[in-house]
């Protein structure tokens, strides 16, 4: 009797110890959680560097032309989102055939939790400013007459 108590007891014992490393780790839960907002705070830090963009190419502009300018960046703006979520977040992070160009994910077709959503708006907002960015030059190399 005295055996049995002490081989359960030990026993309980025994799996009482164990059980924590068969749960999942609080920090990777944690990340779990707090990885999407981290990612949706950081693009809404990017989509503000638009209104600094427009601020700095309105004081470099003559003032007859600051609503002209502004147009310019909100066109930007909403041309370059659209683009991408048509078709630049398939051809960059859709499944691939040969390694080549995505397949899928059209239109964020495929996108199923907050998480994948989260991914596709941080990446839209990197998207954007290098596309941007990359257009101001572009135009300045070609010696553009800015608006």
Not at 8 to 18: E, H, K, P, Q, W
Not at 88 to 108: D, K, P, Q, R
């Amino acid at each position: 009797m005295k055996n049995r108590i002490a081989n359960r007891i030990v026993l309980i014992l025994f799996l009482g110890i164990n059980l924590p490393l068969f749960s999942e780790s609080p920090a990777l839960e944690l990340s779990k959680t707090v990885d999407p907002i981290w990612l949706i705070l950081c693009a809404a830090l990017v989509f503000f560097m638009q209104a600094g963009f427009l601020m700095l190419e309105t004081g470099l502009s003559r003032l007859k032309n600051t609503i002209n300018v502004a147009v310019k960046n909100l066109m930007d703006y909403i041309v370059g989102t659209i683009a991408f979520f048509s078709v630049g977040f398939a051809l960059m992070f859709g499944l691939s055939y040969e390694g080549w160009i995505g397949t899928n994910h059209f239109f964020l077709t495929g996108l199923k939790t907050g998480k994948d959503f989260s991914f596709f708006y941080s990446k839209s907002r990197l998207w954007e400013r290098r596309r941007q960015l990359f257009l101001e030059r572009l135009l300045n190399v070609l010696n553009f007459l800015h608006i």
